[in-house]
Structure formats: C-alpha cells, structure tokens
C-alpha cells in the first residue's frame, strides 16, 4: 500500500494472479479479477474484493476465465472489457458488487493487453494486441461502446489513469517510455517516462499532483522493475499569494 511517500507490505491476495487482469478501486476498497496464475499457466475466473485489511474470495466468477482483460470502476461497480482465454475476445462484462453480467455491447474489435481508465458508466478502453499492438480506443457512455481518437504510438500492457475524457497512458509494449495524453477526443504526446517500461500498474488522477502513479513492470534486458513513479500535475489555476 502506497501513502503518498512510502510503500508499505499488507496482506497477499487469496492467489497469485498476473498478466492483465481487472484491478480498480482505491487503496481502502478494491476488486480483483481474471488474469492468470502462471505457474501453472491458467487462466483465471476468480474474483477478489480488499476490505482495506484482507483480500476474500468472491463466489462470483468472471466468465469466460480469462487473462489480458482490462477494466475500470470500482470495488462495487466495475467494468470488464475483452482478454485471451487462447484466443482474442471481444466482450463487456459489468460487476454491481454481487456478480458479474456480460453486456450484449461489443466494442469494434478483437484484442487483448489493452488498459483503461474512468468508471463502469464512462471508461475508455486504451489500445491493445491482436497480434501486434493496436492504437484503437473506444468510449464507453453506461450502454455501449464508440470509437474515439487513436493513440499516437500503439501500445499494449500500457499503464494508465484519470478519467474517460483526461487520461494518461504510460508506457507499454513494444517496451517504450512514451506518455500520451487524451483530453475529450484526441491524443498528444506529454513527457516521456525516464525509461522505457513495460507491463506495471497504473492508477489515480491526471489533474492532481502526483494523483497518477505508475508501479513495477519491466524494462530492456527483461528486468523486473520495483520504481514507482509519479505524475507532476501542472493544477489549471493554481495561484501563489504573497504574505
């Protein structure tokens, strides 16, 4: 757990789960699922909600199990988008505290990796794989899915934050140290990371500073990275007064 200075060790989930699963909500109440549990290499239905002590095996699982599975919300209203489970997949799931629904909204394609940011009402899914890297994004409005701007640079296992219509997305495979920034519609290209990562967590807001906050991954070699890093946000209308 991270306080805003220092990183803490609390208590493990109930399983070991890597490889994109769905992983929202904030440091007191959080939902975990999908992913994959390599080694042994399988793929994951299991859902598991944080209580701000422990982590506790929901009896709902999300269906097919699946990892490369993006998402967003919360601990009690989630959303779930695409995945692998041996094949690309296209589907929309919605948590409401208690199960799990598959949506009849698709987005407009077939990949995985991909990462987003927002809420179970309004999210943005973030680029991808099919089976190379995708800049595709798509909106979410709470019914269904619309295509919006594309990525600059494509990228999957990317970390990212904010909200549906501010965002950030950092890094990503191919390993590269890109920051881009979508603000409504569109996507620039904002300060790049001090090195190339891969893969990691990334959570937070865009308009705070150091409200997004990307953690772990990889970078060149493969390496295993345990840095964290922050985001500096310039606050729109920030003063300084003279006392």
Known sequence: KYNGA?????????GPRTWNFVGVGISTSALAAGGNSNPP???????ETW?????????????????????AGTKTSALSWNGYDGSN????????????????STLGGVFREGTGAGTKTAALSIGGKQTSAIGDCFLWNDTSWSSTGSL????????????????????????????????????????????????????GDVTTAGGCLISGGRSPAPATLTTALQWNAVIAGETITQS
């Open 51 to 71: 209580n701000d002590t422990c982590w506790s095996t929901s009896p709902a699982t999300i269906s097919p199990a699946r990892s490369g599975t993006a998402g």
């Open 152 to 203: 600059g640079t494509s990228v999957h296992e990317s970390c990212s934050g904010g909200t549906s219509s501010l965002a950030l997305v950092m890094g990503g495979n191919p390993l590269t140290g890109t920051c881009q920034r979508f603000t409504t519609s569109t996507w620039a290209a904002d300060t790049s990371l001090p090195a190339a990562t891969g893969g990691g967590m990334g959570c």
């Open 89 to 104: 997949l296209n589907l929309t799931q919605i948590w409401n505290d208690t199960s799990w629904a598959t949506s009849p």
């Open 6 to 14: 220092t990183w803490s060790a609390v208590n493990s989930l109930v």
């Open 41 to 47: 290499n399988t793929y994951l239905a299991t859902t």
